[in-house]
């Protein structure tokens, strides 16, 4: 693990200076997203363009707020602006996706509910919504390599866990049947508990399915950070009423494990920074260490039919990544399902 001092210094270092880099980060008004926003505007000195995306403009607000001071009127207008249009700052192009959207109810383990398409809000949030975003945004981004410039698209949720990719109940349809509304607030719902077990695999297919013709080039990060606690910004989790000594016990635990939200931030920016020009899949945890990557030097073709070893071994177009929880097959099968949900 990186010294905090240490990795600030590099986060300064790594930042470009020869071009206006463009950061755009979904989910970024609260908890982690907003912190790696304010430490890419401190390490830039407000010279990027940073585009918020949230539901609270009173939150995105309070985030603009905490950039430096702009050295001149003009930059002003320009930070009040920039989320016009994704597409204005840079010319049409991207350098930095970072993909953390989740709601109230994707971080419970008690709750459950259906979104109007039909998707488990466990998984709207947190994989279907990231993976339409990254799949519209990468061709900005395929711009900004091309111009020589860097790129990465990070997903943060829980990487490095290995949970295999399911090949069925793809949308929780079955686990939503299968629960007890008897049981509603004595234990977790089985459908938010397989939300929240699936969530690391459904990203680590998002960071695999980014790798897809004309985009090996580019940097993909699925980074692990702590779940909902004290540091976080965001309740803890309850385990129900019947379970209330394991709740406390989880609490106390995370409450001294924990890392504040500025500092997170710090480690996360790190971990989208760190990689550079250098294209492939890089599975990181909390403080940006890596737990493994996998550099491509070739296109990345995902077949239903392909191999579907679930393995610490041949899981992503021939090699072995550490963590990973999919396989060509599976995250073939699972994109399938994804690009067939009706879009409203």
Request: hydrophobic fraction near 45%; charged fraction near 20%.
């Amino acid at each position: 693990m990186p010294a905090l001092q240490e990795t600030k210094s590099a986060n300064a270092a790594l930042v470009p200076t020869s071009y206006t880099p463009v950061l755009i980060v979904v989910g970024g008004t609260s908890a982690i997203g907003a912190e790696v926003a304010k430490a890419f505007a401190r390490h830039t000195q407000g010279k990027a363009h940073i585009i918020i995306v949230g539901r609270s403009e009173r939150s995105a607000r309070a985030v603009l707020d905490a950039f430096p001071k702009p050295i001149s009127r003009g930059a002003r207008a320009r930070k009040e602006d920039q989320g016009k249009a994704a597409g204005a700052p840079g010319g049409g192009r991207i350098n930095y996706l970072f993909l953390s959207a989740s709601s109230p109810v994707s971080n419970s383990l008690m709750e459950a509910a259906v979104t109007k398409e039909g998707l488990s809000e466990h998984l709207a949030s947190k994989f279907f919504a990231r993976y339409l975003i990254a799949r519209e945004l990468l061709p900005l981004l395929a711009k900004a390599h091309e111009l020589d410039q860097v790129t990465s698209l990070m997903t943060v949720l829980a990487a490095g866990n290995a949970v295999p990719l399911p090949t069925t109940d793809l949308d929780l349809a079955e686990s939503r049947k299968a629960g007890r509304t008897w049981l509603d607030g004595a234990f977790p719902r089985l459908e938010a508990f397989k939300g929240m077990q699936y969530g690391g695999a459904y990203n680590d297919a998002l960071v695999a399915v980014s790798l897809l013709p004309r985009n090996e080039s580019l940097a993909q990060l699925h980074v692990h950070v702590p779940g909902p606690g004290p540091a976080s910004g965001k309740p803890g989790f309850t385990f129900g009423y019947l379970m209330l000594p394991l709740t406390g016990l989880v609490r106390v635990l995370r409450y001294w494990t924990q890392i504040s939200l500025e500092d997170c931030g710090e480690y996360q920016l790190h971990a989208l920074l760190a990689p550079g020009k250098n294209g492939g899949v890089f599975l990181r945890g909390k403080h940006a260490d890596l737990i493994s990557s996998v550099a491509l030097d070739k296109e990345v073709v995902l077949s239903e039919s392909g191999d579907d070893s679930i393995v610490s071994g041949v899981v992503l177009a021939g090699h072995a990544v550490a963590g990973y929880g999919g396989s060509d097959a599976r995250v073939a099968k699972l994109i399938h399902w994804t690009d067939g949900v009706p879009r409203n």
